[in-house]
């Protein structure tokens, strides 16, 4: 069972354009939606984490909108770069709970130059 | 403190061999996850700790598989009798415990069993 489940697998976006990356969820207990970035040979970093009491978190060119009814989030990158270049992964947690956290399958990104 | 250490950073072994890793947390952090990457997959959750205490051991995890954190500080993967199938990288993380908590991630250890 894929508790969350993320869209789409792989994703090519001009530079300066805006890239989209998907999730949706199934355990309404979820209470931390957190995405993380990882780089070829690198650990996953996080990258911008939003709860569901908000909408929309910004953090520089990354937004996170959060739609509760739908369970569904996502992640947009304005005017995206070369070195965005990377997989993204969604994921969730329970930390009302103290929880581990559940990660998505995956994004890979690639920004045309 | 410049992070999440795991050592080794790659490993190749025979099938049928056992293999030990170690993950050095930052040394605040009171919770540490194992997680298990495959090529093209988002990481598997393994097991986690809270200071010294196993707290969920995923179904993954076979019989073959254990970890270890004495003291709360480093912990241990170790995988015996290691099968094809247990090729992957190796993920560590640390965090603080309850909300808002950011999980840092090591560079992970890839095993590669031939």
């Known amino acids: 069972q894929q508790q969350v489940k993320q869209s789409p697998q792989s994703l090519i976006v001009q530079k300066g354009g805006i890239s989209i990356i998907n999730c949706a969820y199934e355990n309404t207990a979820f209470d931390y939606f957190p995405w993380y970035q990882q780089f070829p040979g690198k650990g996953p970093a996080l990258l911008i984490a939003?709860?569901?009491?908000?909408s929309e978190k910004k953090e520089g060119r990354f937004t996170i909108s959060f739609n509760k009814s739908a369970k569904q989030f996502s992640l947009h990158i304005m005017d995206s770069q070369p070195g965005d270049s990377a997989t993204y992964f969604c994921a969730a947690s329970r930390t009302n709970r103290d929880d581990k956290i559940i990660f998505g399958k995956g994004t890979r990104l690639h920004i045309l130059p | 403190d410049t992070g999440v250490s795991q050592d080794p950073r790659h490993k190749i072994t025979k099938r049928g061999q056992n293999v030990t890793f170690r993950c050095d947390p930052i040394s605040e952090h009171n919770r540490l996850y194992w997680y298990r990457q495959t090529l093209g997959q988002g990481p598997e959750f393994l097991t986690y700790?809270?200071?010294?205490?196993?707290?969920?051991k995923s179904r993954l995890l076979s019989d073959r598989f254990s970890a270890e954190r004495p003291k709360g500080s480093f912990s241990t993967l170790e995988i015996q009798r290691t099968e094809q199938g247990d090729s992957a990288m190796y993920l560590c993380a640390s965090s603080f415990s309850g909300v808002d908590t950011e999980a840092f991630f090591g560079q992970g250890t890839r095993l590669t069993v031939v």
């Open positions: 939003i709860r569901p009491d908000v």
């Open positions: 700790f809270q200071n010294e205490a196993q707290l969920e």
